[in-house]
């Protein structure tokens, strides 16, 4: 019975990771492949490796919350599988929305519906998570702002990232010792921009593993017959690994589309912003959407760029005289290495003709996704162990 039940919670395990996978990949690895700096099977195997070494190191941290830290008994292996039903469940309505599933969010809920059924909720514990939720946005948006208002445009004046044609290294065999060289179109500045590309792509996938992975795996570590936490997390990295190579080839293509049309500079802040907020509240113990931080920074980055036109008094005051701001400023790359204006003066008409930096609709569905999501999986979990509390 129990290599049964253990058989199934594999199987939706793998389900949960695939389709972990799927986002995942392409909110770390869809600006950098619409640029053309890397093909999707490059980002995907880079996508698998920084994973694992995520979930490995500091996603532990947060298997020990989901494992046992939101209840006050050890989840068993039965109701960790129930668990991993209800998550798919959750990716299932986040897919048919169109949105990225607030993954971490719905399997919280899903382990709180189970202590509330058996009156074993940790209330200290899910207090401090859901005040992180609440407190997330908020520091992603105004850090998002402060980018925005005084560090992107000065940035955006001076660093261009271009991919030119052919490849980016090449082999030099014309002395005794073969050695690496510069592509026949690449700039040592285009190589620099590259690498920093890469690496942030790779920290944003690290912090995806330490977010993800504890998902995919903690449901089936606990109780007896259950996979040891070394097991749980290489089945978890292999599922998300495959949905990378997969599914997530389209989301790599579509990412970012519907919030906003950012350039890929505007797009390495926000994911040096997100994936710095999720590995530390991961580190923390926290389990936490990285989909949340990214949303809000793109959001702040684009109020911010779009507030320089006033100055901190008149956006108290409400006196922005005849300045006007624009939401679509941030999507504007000055060509002609114009300085940006002042904090204060009016924005050039380059500017000001820009289109909307982000759909509202678009976020305020993803914001309905992070509410609606936990309440959904609490309230059948709820349902389910209370009819069936044997499973518990």
């Known amino acids: 019975m129990v290599e049964t039940l253990l058989a199934v919670g594999i199987v939706a395990s793998v389900f949960v990771g695939f389709n972990i996978g799927g986002s995942s990949t392409g909110i770390a690895w869809g600006p950098p492949v619409g640029a053309g700096i890397l093909k999707k099977t490059t980002a995907a195997a880079l996508m698998t490796v920084f994973v694992f070494l995520g979930g490995w190191t500091v996603g532990r941290n947060v298997m020990d919350t989901l494992s046992g830290g939101i209840i006050t008994t050890e989840l068993s292996l039965s109701a960790g599988v129930a668990v991993l039903f209800f998550i798919g469940f959750g990716i299932l309505i986040a897919n048919v929305f169109g949105v990225p599933v607030p993954t971490s969010m719905t399997t919280v809920g899903a382990i709180a519906g189970l202590g509330l059924a058996t009156d074993t909720l940790n209330y200290a514990t899910i207090t401090r998570i859901v005040s992180w939720w609440i407190v997330t946005p908020i520091i992603g948006f105004w850090i998002g702002v402060v980018i925005g208002r005084y560090v992107y445009p000065a940035v955006n004046r001076r660093v261009r990232i271009e991919k030119s044609p052919g490849s980016l290294l090449r082999l030099d065999r014309d002395g005794a010792v073969p050695t690496v060289a510069l592509g026949p179109n690449t700039t040592y500045s285009e190589l620099v921009s590259t690498v920093v590309v890469l690496v942030i792509g790779c920290y944003m996938a690290f912090s995806a593993g330490a977010s993800n992975v504890p998902n ?54 926000v994911m040096t912003t997100a994936s710095t907020i999720t590995t530390v509240l991961s580190w923390i113990g926290i389990p936490i959407s990285l989909v949340m931080g990214t949303v809000m920074t793109i959001v702040g980055i684009g109020w911010g760029r779009a507030t320089r036109p006033v100055t901190v008094r008149q956006a108290v005051t409400r006196d922005t005289g005849d300045n006007e701001i624009v939401t679509g400023a941030i999507t504007v790359v000055d060509t002609e290495g114009r300085q940006s204006s002042p904090i204060g003066e009016a924005e050039p008409a380059a500017v000001l003709n820009a289109g909307d930096l982000f759909n509202p609709r678009a976020v305020l569905k993803y914001v309905s996704m992070w509410i609606i999501g936990p309440s959904v999986s609490t309230a059948l979990a709820y349902a389910f162990f209370v009819l069936l509390p044997g499973v518990a």
Request: hydrophobic residues 55%; aromatic residues 4%; proline residues 6%.
């Open 216 to 269: 995919a795996a903690a449901p089936l570590v606990s109780g007896v017959g259950g996979l040891p936490d070394d097991t749980a997390i290489l089945l978890a990295t292999l599922a998300i690994g495959l949905g990378g190579f997969t599914i997530a080839r389209r989301t790599m293509e579509s990412v970012g589309g519907e919030l906003s049309d950012i350039p890929l500079l505007a797009a390495l802040f």
